[in-house]
């Protein structure tokens, strides 16, 4: 197993960048597909919010409606603090364990992980840290386009992130996504090659 972190900010391409190596063979788990599991009916951390936040976080079917259970952690910084304590470390679990399934196989593996940190060096096995960067105005544009945001939300949640500048620092590698979908097919090729080098005996 050879392992790459992929982070970036929101908008940055993160997700794109992850299908494309996906395309070319890579095995992608991600944190954010993780983040949902977690929360369904018969997952880990779905009794444990229950018992935090009540049955109003529940959806008819008894499936958590996660804009309710939004609207009661983000309410506070306490209840902010009790999610993530439910949420992170079977997060963090699921995708060791995930990775660990793989240990032993010539697999390249893509950790797809929006807070990528030092600490995660520690805990998961990452070889090398690729960061997708773009400049806040392409990333604005992207989420008020694509994803519909107000413009005033998507600064907003840019400037509640960590800077370009602290993010690129943690990097082994950072692709700059800043142009169009062919340009951005072309960083990718960039990228496998420069993951080919770098792997040993690739
Ligand atoms: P998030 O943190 O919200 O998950 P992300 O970093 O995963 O964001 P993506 O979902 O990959 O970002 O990209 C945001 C949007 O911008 C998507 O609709 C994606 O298709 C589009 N996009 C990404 N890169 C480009 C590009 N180079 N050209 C055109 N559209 C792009």
């Known amino acids: 197993m050879f392992s790459?972190?992929?982070?970036?900010?929101?908008?940055s391409g993160k997700s794109a960048v992850a299908d494309l190596l996906v395309e070319r063979g890579a095995w992608l788990?991600?944190?954010?597909?993780?983040?949902?599991?977690?929360?369904?009916?018969?997952?880990p951390a779905y009794e444990p919010l229950l018992e935090r936040f009540g049955t109003d976080i529940l959806a008819v079917d008894r499936?958590?409606?996660?804009q309710a259970l939004a609207d009661v952690a983000f309410a506070s910084p306490e209840a902010l603090a009790d999610l993530n304590a439910i949420t992170?470390?079977?997060?963090?679990i699921e995708m060791i364990e995930r990775q660990r399934a793989l240990a032993e196989t010539d697999a390249l593996v893509i950790l797809a992980?929006?807070?990528?940190?030092?600490?995660?060096?520690?805990?998961?096995?990452i070889d090398r840290v690729v960061v997708v960067d773009c400049p806040t105005e392409v990333a604005v544009d992207r989420?008020?386009?694509?994803?519909?945001?107000?413009?005033?939300?998507?600064r907003a949640r840019i400037a509640a992130q960590i800077t370009r500048e602290e993010r690129t620092a943690e990097a082994d590698y950072v692709l700059l996504n800043?142009?169009?979908?062919?340009?951005?097919?072309?960083?990718?090729?960039?990228?496998?090659?420069?993951?080919?080098?770098?792997?040993p005996g690739g």
């Open 4 to 11: 790459i972190g992929l982070t970036g900010g929101i908008g």
């Open 29 to 43: 788990i991600d944190a954010d597909i993780v983040a949902r599991e977690v929360v369904e009916p018969g997952g």
């Open 63 to 66: 499936s958590i409606d996660r």
């Open 88 to 92: 992170h470390p079977v997060i963090g």
């Open 113 to 125: 992980i929006p807070l990528l940190r030092a600490i995660h060096r520690e805990t998961m096995v």
């Open 143 to 154: 989420l008020v386009t694509y994803r519909a945001f107000p413009e005033g939300d998507a």
């Open 178 to 199: 800043d142009a169009g979908l062919d340009e951005l097919e072309a960083a990718v090729e960039r990228l496998w090659d420069w993951i080919a080098a770098v792997r």
